[in-house]
């Protein structure tokens, strides 16, 4: 069954719509270059104002709700983004030009990820309770009851990432963990898909109102500029930010936070190329086949995704001209595919035409060219030595589409001196056989210094939302290496440790307690 819901281009402050005034944003389908109605006029300072205290005035009842209210809170918004039906996934459709499937897959993972965190809230092992009872008659000094909790840390502000608009934007994992740890959301949608931001964004708002929550705990804003942003993170209410996008947009934020009075933490995703090291053994016996994976990972989606495969390590010999000739023919029939955005396009096309004039990197191959259709991604393959990739700190930049660089090694020293030259990754890949273990204990600890995922023998594009799963890395990969923006770690950045000295019974918070009602795990003087 599909939802009848009337797009009408408004800001959505605390369950209220309400029209903006400053520069509008309007939706593009990138297949077309065609503007969508409606218009959504951008939001003021007032705006953002509004939303943020809102938020903080019902921050202290949402922190308080019970770990059964809040998980019901999450599923209830999976069961009413669901309801939204083919409303949904047109629309996300027509604002990306990402096909069907995609849409309705991503859809189902972003109904996981909150599902994921109502269980994650439900066990309550995220709470981290640790009790250490008074000890009166200890020698030579007692010690004092010391009861420990993690507590949400306030309202947080979600930006919408361009190349996921369900699972990285409204009702994301950032704003599915940041609920989850009972902190108010407000989220800046992103241009690129504001119709579907909305649709998403009225699915929250309606599982607020029949969970009977106070609509505070969710706003949603748009804005064509940085000013709304800007203005979200600089507010004295917003205690953490979520955001997927660019490095220049992520540091901005940063900087941003940092210069407030209160400094408050960005977890910020931003840039990885996602190195693979075809290690030589493998090469010699799979080249064909590592090929092939390869550049099926690579022309996934455009290239779209943050953990696209830009980078691929070989060292000359057995196998290397026979992965490159295979990848070269699979380029080479390889056909366009629509991106996002004109202006993700034009840089697609801008870091392309880098590449070319760059004398250290050699075209490999480029796939077909389009017959019709705008904004379309053409594959592209290059290749160039250690010796020069070592030199020139260019061939490092992150290439946002279907393009990748082949570094040709001479040595299995090149492999470690290319590693070490990297910085941080979301992902590192591995593609092994048992001949190829000795060589990868030595490049392991460099990987670990490097990446927040280690694969071996698969590709990095597809990220499982689970409870193991890392979704992060040391700068410029994300502004925190200690943190995952996927699976149900991601909790961990909206909370914050308060330990409680001998505070009366009647004063403790419930999970704190030696009762227990909610049956949360419990450390209790270390056991």
Known sequence: MTATIELTGNLIIAGNEVTGTQKPVSAINPATNQKMDPVYAGGTESHVDQAANAAWSVFDQFKATSPETRALLLETIAEEIFALGDTLVQRAMSETGLPQARIEGERGRTMGQLKLFAGVVRAGKYLDVRIDPAMPERAPLPRADLRLQFVPMGPVAVFGASNFPLAFSVAGGDTASALAAGCPVIVKAHSAHPGTSELVGKAITSALK????????????????????????????????????????????????????????????????????????????????????????????????????????????????????????????????????????????????????NANAQLVAKGKTADTGSNQCQAHLFSTTADAFLKDDSLEGEVFGSTSLIIKCKSDEDFIKVAEKLEGQLTATLQINEGDYEQARSLLPVLERKAGRILCNAYPTGVEVSHAMVHGGPFPATSDTRTTSVGSAAIQRFVRPVCYQDLPEALQATAITDANPWQVPQLIDGK
């Not at 748009?222 to 997927?244: C, E, Q, W």
């Not at 990885?272 to 799979?286: E, G, Q, R, W």
């Not at 010999?317 to 029939?333: C, K, S």
């Open 210 to 357: 029949k969970m009977e929550l106070p609509a505070g705990i969710f706003s949603l804003l748009y804005g064509s500029g940085r000013d709304v942003g800007a203005t979200l993170v600089a507010h004295p209410h917003i205690k953490a930010v979520g955001f997927t996008g660019s490095r220049a947009g992520g540091t901005a934020l940063m900087n941003i936070a940092a210069s407030r009075k209160e400094p408050i933490p960005v977890y910020a995703e931003m840039s990885s190329i996602n190195p693979v090291f075809m290690m030589p053994s493998k090469l010699a016996s799979d080249a064909r086949s590592l090929a092939q994976g390869f550049i099926g990972s690579l022309t996934m989606g455009a290239g779209q995704f943050c953990t696209n495969p830009g980078l691929v390590i070989i060292k000359e010999g057995e196998g290397a001209e026979a992965f490159i000739d295979e990848a070269a023919q699979a380029i080479f029939a390889s056909s366009t595919q629509t991106m996002l955005t004109p202006g993700i396009y034009d840089a697609y096309c801008q870091s392309v035409s880098a590449l070319v004039e």
